[in-house]
């Protein structure tokens, strides 16, 4: 895992370095050249060059064996409607009918950069497209609120990262489902659930995790204003790509939960754990001047053309050959009529001659 390995790299490389300066028989010319690969390597792995530790923080972090968690009123962690602890999971819907259920912090997280790491699993009866509707990480102002959006309100404020098992769009030609989607809402956008949020997307990709026999991990990572998602569900311990984007800007104090909903159809949606880490980043002068101003509202910088790129990936292939065709067509007509001006044109001129 990313995370783990970067931390273990990074303690990895303060061992070695401690084993070069105590090492007496090695050469000097020797001992420098380690230490020069190792803090090369180190600065490799650290983000944009920028060197980040990572801390886990117990009180936003929910694991086995959830203590506490749905019976006590002293637990940081608190469900909602159909969610049930087991000794395994969190059950946020069972494998039935028209269910929703949520866990929520009960903590307002007030970290800068953080990280966070969600084991999770969708398994159900239901064969592939008859299953439904997904589940959504949630960093929200709002908490413990119902709703249409994977059982949490619509109209958010904040962060949702869904995971969408469900094709509501009957169009999805070049789209596969399940499907993993980000979207930032300042509480009066609100989600297109026909339309599986496309309209609002800051984008995403496609994830076959439904029914696997390995572990499945979703990864959210906010760092100097750079929302990163990254899943893992191949069952190779790697973290595979699917959304970076930068000037993301979400307000501290908010809130950490899971949510799921079932409709006509429906899956088992469990959440195994979510750990939260605090991430320490190194910032410049700059990046720290740039920040100085507090968010409020939650926004993403330039969201006009992430819209317009999505909808110039989103042209099928209908639409790509009518608009080269067209665009050809207007070229020859423009060719056309060049030539027919300048045969008069030449035409006048000879007259004048003679
Ligand atoms: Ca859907």
């Not at 700059?286 to 999505?310: C, W, Y």
């Amino acid at each position: 895992m990313a995370a783990a390995s970067s931390s273990s790299l990074y303690s990895g490389s303060k061992l070695l370095l401690g084993f070069i300066c105590k090492g007496k028989k090695m050469p000097l010319k020797f001992r420098w050249t380690i230490a020069f690969l190792v803090v090369t390597l180190s600065l490799c792995f650290a983000d944009d060059d920028h060197e980040m530790e990572e801390f886990l923080k117990r009180e936003h972090s929910l694991s086995k064996p959830y203590q506490g968690v749905g019976s006590s009123s002293s637990s940081h962690w608190e469900l909602m409607g159909d969610a049930m602890v087991t000794t395994e999971q969190v059950r946020l819907t069972p494998d039935m009918q028209s269910r929703q259920g949520a866990i929520w912090s009960r903590i307002p997280c007030h970290l800068k950069d953080w990280e966070v790491q969600v084991h999770f699993k969708i398994h159900g009866q239901g064969k592939k497209n008859l299953n439904g509707d997904g589940l959504a990480i949630w960093y929200t102002k709002e908490r413990m609120q119902k709703g249409p959006v994977f059982g949490n309100k619509d109209n958010f404020t904040g962060l949702g990262v869904f995971v969408d098992t469900y094709p509501n769009e009957e169009k999805h030609i070049e789209r596969i489902f399940p499907f993993v989607l980000a979207m930032v809402g300042n509480g009066t956008i609100s989600y297109d659930h026909e339309r599986d949020g496309r309209p609002t997307e800051l984008g995403g990709c496609n994830a076959m995790v439904r029914n696997l026999k390995h572990d499945s991990f979703l990864f959210i990572r906010y760092v100097r204003r750079r929302l990163t998602v990254m899943i893992d569900i191949d069952g190779q311990h790697e973290w595979r790509d699917c959304l970076d984007l930068p000037g993301v800007r979400l307000p501290q104090g908010y809130y950490f939960g899971a949510s799921a909903i079932t409709g006509d159809l429906s899956d088992n949606h469990d959440i195994i754990s979510m750990k939260l880490y605090q991430l320490t980043v190194l910032r410049s002068k700059k990046e720290e001047e740039e920040e100085e101003d507090v968010i409020t509202i939650p926004s993403v910088d330039n969201m006009e053309l992430i819209r317009l790129g999505q909808s110039d990936e989103g042209m099928s292939g209908i639409a790509i050959f009518f608009t080269v065709l067209f665009s050809m067509l207007g070229c020859i007509f423009l060719i056309v009529i060049g030539l027919v001006v300048y045969s008069h044109w030449n035409e006048n001129r000879r007259k004048r001659f003679y």
